[in-house]
């Protein structure tokens, strides 16, 4: 690791309230390529800028916070002191994309003062692909309380261009991404991807959201953009004492979309782990009880369809051990659903009566099968923390390691979903998680952020329109899994549940009309083989096989989800356009395994595989839409082997809303 610091101090080294350095700072990427200017107006208002060589991307853009105490508020303001760092050094994460990561970058604190005495700080962080910048506001002297009404943060993009993203909402992601124009963004929840008319792609999101509100953006104007806090319920945006520190603000940066998928950008700007063992944490493939209920063909509650039951998870167990699946979820086991929307509903210690919890984990261990724990809240945070001791304990009493959590409901006294009340609670819960040695699965959660770095037994989480609403609705749309990666997925994996096999869902029996979004048209808008793909495509350490495990029996197809690894060790992303196709490679091992996604257009693809060692021979396994694959006949597959080198170019064919997953193993 290297670090250089450079320290200016004011008036031989006095600070001084007399005089400022000048009105102007920059800080460049390692690279030169990237410049962030600050600089200062005659009133006072500080603003930067931001430049790729030699053309502007974001134009002036204002920054500031106001406070309910005008002293606390962001306003006319002096540089008094300036220090630039640089860093360039490797490490190592405990799972992920890639096992170790670079992390350089030129960083520059400014030391602020405004004409009401107040001492703040601005940090910046600059590298090749995209910065971070955060406000501080240090512990002095007549601070206490600090409440935040407004953060005044603009990016005010140079250009107009394509923008995906979705609508600004304080309690959900669960919607379509759009793809418009920039100025055509009312409103949107990051990550936000746009790429320019002169053909820069770049995300606006946060990094270390950790108590701050969730940051939405909303258009005030052409193509800018100006930070818009989820608020408490009294209005106050973010509360704290003595002290407060933002998230990152922060802007990733590339010449061509796969260098959005390939930045570490969002991880780098995390704190290191802060757990001395992190032996336990373990990436997992897993099963479930689960899609039936979304089906309608099982339920949560008992009854005459109930899924989790002490002989359908025996069944689930059997399965797991005869497949190399390491786990297997159950949604439904704990008293409670009964009471949904109900205050303090969920039981997370009381099985239900036909869900005999100690012979399931008994008959797991036997089998070599490890259990997913679930508990859902309904919403309710407040009873959910009075019972969490105790309901970990009990996980990690009986061995269980993995635990999914569901906040499926209206949040407790007027509070909003991204609200700081809630980014508090789900930091709680990953921290006190590990204390009881527990990983999380989150569902309905605060947005990724990158925290895995510094928690890692914050796995992965929901946070998009995921499988489930192709069970009870029109289904996902072809291009939403090649928006996916670009915009949802850069913040931290997705827990999207892919690999459903009965795409048209012809073995279902019944069908319950069970939620208000059913249209009577529900399918998956895929092909099998893009299934498969998916699995490799929409990351995730803990990743799912959704589907009910008789649709896996004798298909062949299933064979992919059983060689392919859990975790990773490199990764490449081989072909990408937002919203058009998608290509990526991942490695384990000597082995690779590549999905490869399209929109609503059949394409091929052509997949260069000079990155296999030159000297060495594979065996490629390709699962590829079949010769009559099409949305009308989804689950006509092709499988073939071949021998491939370095030297060798694949052409990947692709139905309309088809992909391909490919399995590369050396040949020994």
Known sequence: ????????????????????????????????????????????????????????????????????????SIEKVKIVDKKTVEVDEVWNAVWGQNKKIKNNYNQLVLDLITSKGLQLQLQVKVYDDGLGFRYKIPEQTGIDSIFITDEKTEFNLAQNGTAWSIPANFDSYEMLYQTTKIDEVKGANTPVTFKTNDGVYLSIHEANLTDYAGMTLQNTGGTNFE???????????????????????TITISKNAAGLVESNLIQNLNDPCVLEDTDWIEPMKYIGIWWGMHLGVETWTMGPKHGATTENMKAYIDFAADHNVHAVLAEGWNTGWENWGKARAFDQQT????????????????????????????????????????????????????????????????????????????????????????????????????????????MTREGARGMEWNGWSEGNPPEHYVILPFTRCLGGPIDYTPGTFDILYKNRKEYTKWNSNDKGNSRVNTTLAK??????????????????????????????????????????????????????????????????????????????LSFLKGDKTYVAKIYADGEKASLENPTDINITELEVTSNTELTVKMVAGGGQAIEIVLKH
């Open 227 to 249: 930070a818009n806090l989820v608020p408490w319920p009294d209005g106050v945006k973010v509360k704290a004492k003595g002290s407060l520190l933002t998230p990152w603000r």
């Open 351 to 458: 099985p239900y009566a036909d869900f005999d919890f100690d012979e399931v984990v008994r008959y797991a261990n036997a089998k070599g099968v490890e259990l997913i724990g679930h508990h859902e809240t309904g919403g309710d945070y407040i009873y959910y923390e009075e019972c969490m001791d105790k309901a970990f304990s009990m996980l990690r009493d009986n061995g269980i390691r993995v635990l999914k959590t569901g906040y499926a409901g209206p949040m407790p006294n007027g509070h909003y979903h991204h609200g700081q009340k809630m980014v508090q609670h789900y930091r709680k819960v990953v921290e006190k998680a590990a204390r009881y040695n527990l990983m999380i699965d989150a569902h309905e959660p605060i947005k990724a952020t990158g925290i895995s770095r510094t928690y890692p037994n914050m």
């Open 531 to 608: 299934q498969l793909a998916l699995w490799v495509c929409l990351y995730s350490p803990l990743q799912m096989a959704s589907d009910l495990i008789s649709n896996y029996e004798g298909q062949p197809a299933f064979e992919f989800f059983e060689n392919l690894p859990a975790d990773f060790e490199e990764t490449k992303v081989l072909a990408a356009e937002i919203g058009e196709y998608y290509a990526v490679a991942r490695r384990k091992d000597e082995n690779w395994y590549i999905g490869s996604i399209t929109d609503e257009h059949a394409r091929d693809l052509k997949i260069d």
């Open 1 to 72: 690791m290297r670090v250089r610091v450079v320290f200016l101090a004011l008036c031989a080294g006095l600070m001084s309230l007399s005089c400022s350095l000048d009105n102007r700072v920059e800080v460049k990427s390692p690279n030169g390529e990237l410049k962030y200017e600050l600089h200062v107006n005659d009133q006072g208002q500080l603003s930067y800028e931001l430049s790729v060589g030699q053309a502007k991307l974001i134009n002036e853009s204002k920054l500031g916070l106001e406070a309910t105490q005008s002293r606390l």
